[in-house]
């Protein structure tokens, strides 16, 4: 009888977790075990992988959230959050741990905003990017060892650059550390919408871009995207929700940030950033979160600084479902893969491009927008949306584009505007499968490849 009942229960009955999270620094061994524990317990709405190895050889874990966890759902926008990229910054791994606590524990208990959270979003959460750095990591507030990967490498310098040079950034990327080439890889995995990564050291938000080569870009001593607006508000979503960084002046030794935000390069410039490459090439808007004056606070204060950032943390997950989001079909009504889709105003270096199942997102504050689909042998196609404030309904705008075949004697031209085909000169893409098993080359990634390659050559002649 007792083994007909465990048949008939549900999978979180069977699995409710027993075990409490204690507010304190555990090490990788155990951060893994708790990962594994987690998913195990809760198979039906977490999925645990590994995008690969740091240079030492540990895992990468992340583990993913949501009522599909186990790969992407056309529709359900892709978020994460990255921490302890410096191994020496200590607080977001803590963080990051209560988070999926909170989420796993809330939603057992039929709470709405946790119900409404997860089944519209898939969240994924990487605890450690460099877990060699906080293998050696000391307690000092400020500085110490710990920074750096295995390899004596400071990670937020180590991702390809945009204003170095896209093309020449790119064909050097097997010589970039291995955390960095995980991420890398984990982008063309993941077609992710919003990030952030969690560092310490100021309390801040700071958004793209980090780096200017003293182009259009550089305003008042600011290097502004074209996405600014998206991007303050972004900074401000966690600034204002956090307990305190909106106050914008809280750790002695740093300049007063006005309502607890800056623009990185006003800041201080930086190349080789990990929030700037996710923009440029994986048109996934991240920022920086700074969480702690100290870079490795006393334990004792974990609890604390875990009530002054949770509603912030879960505030910001919200924002994926800012704007717009659908799918581009072409003339026979089948979704395409790397259709442009532009919105005037916002000329981004690499444009943005609809990923294999035919998805766009775009992340936009209320107002109206005007939309240029541009597909190889079909008419540009132009739209105005209006587009209505997402994250309290939990999804951004719905709209799918229908494009038009161009007819054979008809010239590629829309209005006074020549099309132009779709060149996957920025946006290559290697799309794997979650968990890290990897499909065919897509069409972006052989053209780049061959673009690549010419330019190799013509170095080479």
């Not at 186990?70 to 302890?84: A, D, L, M, S």
């Not at 090439?281 to 875990?306: F, V």
Request: hydrophobic share 35%.
């Amino acid at each position: 009888m007792l083994s007909l009942l465990l048949f008939l229960l549900p999978p979180f009955f069977l699995f409710t977790p027993t075990w409490t999270l204690e507010f304190r620094y555990h090490n990788n061994h155990e951060i893994e075990q708790y990962l594994k524990q987690v998913s195990t317990s809760n198979p039906d709405i977490t999925h645990l992988y590994s995008i690969g190895q740091s240079s030492k050889g540990q895992q990468l874990w992340v583990l993913a959230l949501g009522v599909s966890p186990h790969q992407h759902t056309v529709g359900i926008p892709e978020f994460k959050y990255v921490g302890n990229m410096h191994g020496n910054e200590v607080l977001g791994r803590v963080l990051l741990l209560q988070l999926i606590d909170e989420l796993v524990r809330s939603y057992r208990s039929n709470e709405t905003w946790s119900l409404r959270l997860l089944k519209s979003t898939r969240i994924h959460i990487l605890p450690t990017m460099n877990p060699d750095g906080f293998d050696v990591a000391d307690k000092d507030c400020y500085n110490g060892q710990g920074r750096y990967n295995g390899n004596g490498i400071d990670l937020n310098r180590d991702f390809p650059d945009a204003f170095a040079g896209v093309q020449s950034q790119q064909l050097f990327e097997e010589r970039r550390e291995a955390e960095v080439q995980a991420v890398i890889g984990w982008l063309r995995t993941e077609s992710f919408v919003l990030s952030a990564n969690l560092h310490g050291g100021a309390v801040v938000a700071s958004y793209p871009y980090d780096n200017s080569n003293g182009g259009s870009e550089l305003v008042g001593g600011a290097s502004i995207a074209p996405d600014n607006d998206v991007f303050v508000h972004l900074a401000k979503e966690y600034s204002h929700n956090h307990a305190s960084m909106y106050q914008g002046n809280l750790c002695m030794d740093s300049r007063p940030f006005l309502e607890g935000i800056t623009n990185g390069f006003q800041w201080y410039r930086l190349e080789g950033g990990m929030q700037d490459y996710n923009y440029v090439w994986g048109q996934c808007l991240e920022i920086t979160l700074e969480l702690s004056c100290c870079k490795y606070p006393p334990a004792r204060e974990l609890p604390a600084l875990w009530n002054d950032n949770k509603k912030a943390l879960l505030a910001y997950i919200q924002q994926v479902h800012l704007g717009v989001k659908g799918q581009v079909f072409d003339g026979s009504g089948v979704p395409v893969e790397n259709a442009v889709v532009e919105v005037r105003g916002r000329r981004n270096i690499c444009p943005f491009r609809t990923n294999q199942h035919g998805e766009y997102y775009r992340l936009l504050l209320p107002g109206n927008y005007t939309f240029t689909v541009t597909y190889p042998g079909h008419e540009v196609l132009t739209k105005t949306l209006s587009v209505p404030y997402g994250p309290d309904q939990y999804s951004a705008l719905k709209h799918d584009f229908l494009l038009r075949r161009i007819a054979r004697t008809t010239r590629r031209t829309v209005g006074s505007a020549t099309q132009t085909d779709a060149t996957p000169t920025c946006n290559y893409t290697l799309q794997q499968k979650a968990g890290g098993a990897m499909n065919r080359p897509t069409w972006s990634s052989l053209a780049m490849g061959l673009s690549m390659a010419a330019v190799l050559r013509s170095l080479i002649d």
